[in-house]
């Protein structure tokens, strides 16, 4: 099978051969690109699964290209259908923090596959991986598996039902939590992808007691609280939200949130599924010192298995069934392979000086983008917390889901489009988060700031060719007539009425 890690995508999202990088050749000639076996593999899965894919990002409806069949990894690449090789910055949407196949949780998964794949009953290994999480997260008294994170959220929120014995959640615009009913309001993420203002099928009745409001606003959260005292069950943010990009909390918002949330008897619940063991080893609560009453988590708990927790103190664990009538469970929840898979991970990680590492290599590439962003005069607002990052298309700071939202979409398709034409895979929307991984060598960081930079005067010179085109074809004078051609005059006057 033939590898390529240079390619290039035309205006009409069709590949060919990058120039400069290695190519197929036939009878001396260079051959484009192919991704015909991608093709064919898409419109088989469109005959039976809705809409080609599992999951709606998958698609790559915001960028408007095909999208590749991944086939393999290893470390920081992947491989499609075709043979193509890719620099992966997406790492399964974060969880895969050492790469792809990292030996030592491969062999985790094929010694504990041996002596089977699931019992439904309880294992070992659950109480070593519990211990791990708990050691590394103090507000986790205890530990409750699942088998996704939105499993995780929706377990969590039912239970600070339970506890508060109240009906409300605050949420926050932008941040996604999993596709419960109840979160789906406001959500980022593939819903701000689509374009869908929640979801069809949630009942007004369920998400009537779901408050979304702006993230990093104190103000709001306040008068929020003055509106439904004593009646909000819980807060549940992503105290760096991934789902509408990279967007951290600014200056002492967590802290706020945390200050409110006790006064007001309320459970504040980290939404860890995307940072806990990734912008620290503790977590975002360990990164900003504050502890959440509860957190969940997801994925990279089990090495990028299909695995999820939520935990908190004892004294509200203690009402999950079969201690108290807070009612969860799971056939899969804490499945021997998952959870071995997430040891080996945790073990890794635990001894290990990755997190220095990941730091140091992302600030470099922050730190190079923003130099060429400024060299090739591009407006953009990079964003960045440890190992998670953005490069958001806007000429003003990204601090929520309305700025967020300002992003120029259409270059971030256009930026998309090359810098897969690059060999480089990372999130098919403006409005996710992109990852590094341990995986990724100082080489891979300097190619990428060089391509970036390629693709970004490359972006300048085709907007700013575009815009002096748009100039161009302003209302004139006809030689003929004197007066101005009818079309475009009409056109004019309803953009001019609209815009006052």
Known sequence: MFVNSAIFMDSRGQFGTAEGGPSRHENGRAMPRKLDECRRLQKRAEQLIPGGVSSPVRAF???ECDAPFIVRGQGSHIWDADGNEYIDYVGSWGPLILGHA????VE??????????SFGASTPAEADLAELVIEAFPTLQKVRFVSSGTEATMSAIRLARAYTKRKYVIKFEGCYHGHADSLLVKAG???AT??????AGVLEEVSQFTIALPFNDTEVLEQAFSKYRHMIACV?????VGNMGCVPAEGDYLANLRTITQREKTVLIFDEVMTGFRVAYGGAQELYGIKPDLTTLGKIIGGGLPVGAYGGRSEIMDLVAPLGPMYQA?????????VTAGRATLGVLKNSSIYNDLEERSAEFAAGVRAAAEKHNVSIAFNRVGSMWTLFFTDAPVVDFESANRSNREKFARFFHLMLGEGVYLPPSQMEAAFFSAAHAKKDILQLIERVDRVLKKIAWEFEKSARGKKRRLPTRSADSGVLDR???LEHYFAFCWFF
């Open 102 to 105: 990292e030996p030592n949780v």
């Open 61 to 63: 409806k915001a960028v």
């Open 236 to 240: 549940i943010v992503e105290p760096v």
């Open 189 to 191: 993420s593939g819903v």
């Open 487 to 489: 079309c475009t005059a």
């Open 108 to 117: 985790a998964i094929l010694s504990a596959a041996v002596n089977g794949t």
């Open 330 to 338: 799971g056939t899969l929840s804490g499945n021997p392979i998952a």
């Open 194 to 199: 689509l374009g869908i203002p929640g979801s």
